[in-house]
């Protein structure tokens, strides 16, 4: 192997560790960490302060990391011009999600619509429906979503490749 299939490995391995720091942190404060917060009865705004500090210094890591090596990723699979408009498709849907991530990460930290805001609303079915798909529960949703993109735009890669 040369030093370019190296160099593409390492892309690789340091964009699939980022998402994965990024989407498993994400899932691990939803299911675990908040919950845990909010049954113990601890004060946690000054917990939510100090994780989110912490948690917000990984996101922003992670998320430059994705940046770029996704667009090496891009520029290496798209450059020999052999695959189909099929693959172009896989992947625009998944940076149309993963722009929209992006934007909530970031729109998040500035607004109101968020978990909180929902606390409001009516009990009912909508409202369940509303909570799983409001601030960054629907940033775990949309990155779980990436993942199976990039898993079939792999295999579609792989199989066009040969």
Same mark, same amino acid.
């Given at each position: 192997?040369?030093?370019?299939? *190296? @160099?593409? +490995?390492?892309?690789?391995?340091?964009? @699939? =560790?980022?998402?994965?720091? *990024?989407?498993?942190?994400?899932i691990f404060w939803l299911v675990v960490l908040r919950p845990a917060v909010k049954k113990?009865? &601890?004060?946690?705004?000054?917990?939510?302060?100090?994780?989110?500090?912490?948690?917000?210094?990984?996101?922003?890591?992670?998320? @430059?990391?994705?940046?770029?090596?996704? /667009?090496?990723?891009? @520029?290496?699979? #798209?450059?020999?011009?052999?695959?189909?408009?099929?693959?172009?498709? &896989?992947?625009? +849907?998944?940076?149309?999600l993963v722009t929209v991530m992006f934007y909530l990460i970031r729109a998040k930290r500035?607004? /109101? *619509?968020?978990?909180?805001?929902?606390?409001n609303f009516p009990r009912n079915p909508k409202r369940n429906i509303l909570r799983l #798909?409001?601030?960054?529960?629907?940033? +775990?949703?949309?990155?779980?979503?990436?993942?199976?993109?990039?898993?079939?735009?792999?295999?579609?890669?792989? =199989?066009?490749?040969?």
């Amino acid at each position: 192997m040369d030093l370019a299939s *190296w @160099f593409h +490995i390492a892309v690789r391995w340091a964009h @699939f =560790v980022s998402a994965s720091a *990024w989407l498993g942190g994400g899932i691990f404060w939803l299911v675990v960490l908040r919950p845990a917060v909010k049954k113990n009865g &601890v004060s946690d705004s000054r917990i939510n302060k100090n994780v989110s500090a912490e948690f917000r210094t990984l996101v922003d890591t992670c998320l @430059f990391v994705l940046l770029a090596t996704g /667009a090496v990723m891009t @520029f290496e699979r #798209l450059t020999p011009g052999t695959l189909g408009v099929n693959y172009l498709i &896989v992947l625009g +849907i998944k940076l149309s999600l993963v722009t929209v991530m992006f934007y909530l990460i970031r729109a998040k930290r500035h607004t /109101a *619509w968020n978990y909180r805001s929902i606390q409001n609303f009516p009990r009912n079915p909508k409202r369940n429906i509303l909570r799983l #798909l409001a601030g960054y529960n629907l940033v +775990i949703v949309l990155g779980l979503i990436v993942y199976l993109l990039s898993s079939v735009l792999r295999s579609m890669y792989e =199989v066009t490749v040969g």
